[in-house]
């Protein structure tokens, strides 16, 4: 059923590979809210993923990416899932002039797979593989303030019935993670609650000026992401979503998960 509901802009936090084969409480929060998308209408997904940088944004625009398994060391049945979903050049094209009206350079690519960070929470979100996705890359030398800037040139597309969705993870530190080999279910180091919890804390009171400085002004920021890449698709929902301007959404929080003491796995919705 299509209508001309506004689709809400969404970031999820994708953590290990393994969310695919242990849902925990974060791939059923994704489904519901899946559930939600389609009965407002959702017609395609644009979505960046940190398992995608370049240079200049890029744009995928095959009709029908394949799953890539871009991760080592696995169990087998992690390497035998698939992912279906079609692209969608239309929309791919779409997205193209908006950065470019927007005076954003950009590229097309015809041939990138649907990476992790893509297809492990879509997955959830549309487990029938049966709404359109079109992946955007990363700049490689992107700050927040640039990432919002790609969310802000596509905001109208969801109108259009289009789902603008930054995957990645709101706390990313892989040498603890690796170096700990936690259980999945181990309580969450104090330093992951307090970055979290900052960040939410300044989603929800709307400061953009703190949020784009998070690195100097949040707690334990470079230890919760010692590189920037898993954080920065958050600023890719806030932009879409026109967060942190006079009257724009607040959060509305999906799930608050952690996972394997390290990975915080928020995910939430901006309207």
Known sequence: MHTDALIPALFVSHGSPMLALEPGQTGPALTRHGEHLKAIGVQAVVVMSPHWMSDLPAVMTHPAPETWHDFGGFPQEL??????????????????????????????????????????????????????????????????????ALGQALRDLRGKGILLMGSGSMTHN????????????????????AFSRWVEGVLLAGDRDRLFDYRRQAPEAVRA?????????????LGAANWGVEGGPLPEYLVREVSYRYLAMDALSLQ
């Open 225 to 237: 992401h010692p590189t920037d890449e898993h954080f920065l698709p958050l600023f890719f929902a």
């Open 79 to 148: 390497y035998r899932l698939q992912y279906p979903a079609p692209g969608s050049p239309a929309l791919a094209e779409a997205v193209l002039q908006r950065l470019a009206q927007a005076g954003i350079a950009a590229v097309a690519d015809g041939r990138r797979p649907f990476d992790h960070g893509a297809w492990v929470p879509l997955g959830f979100l549309f487990p029938q593989a049966d709404v359109p996705v079109v992946q955007l890359s990363l700049p490689v030398h992107a700050g927040p303030a640039d990432v919002y």
């Open 174 to 193: 892989l040498q603890e993670f690796f170096g700990g080999r936690p259980e999945r279910e181990a309580p969450a180091a104090a330093y992951v609650s």
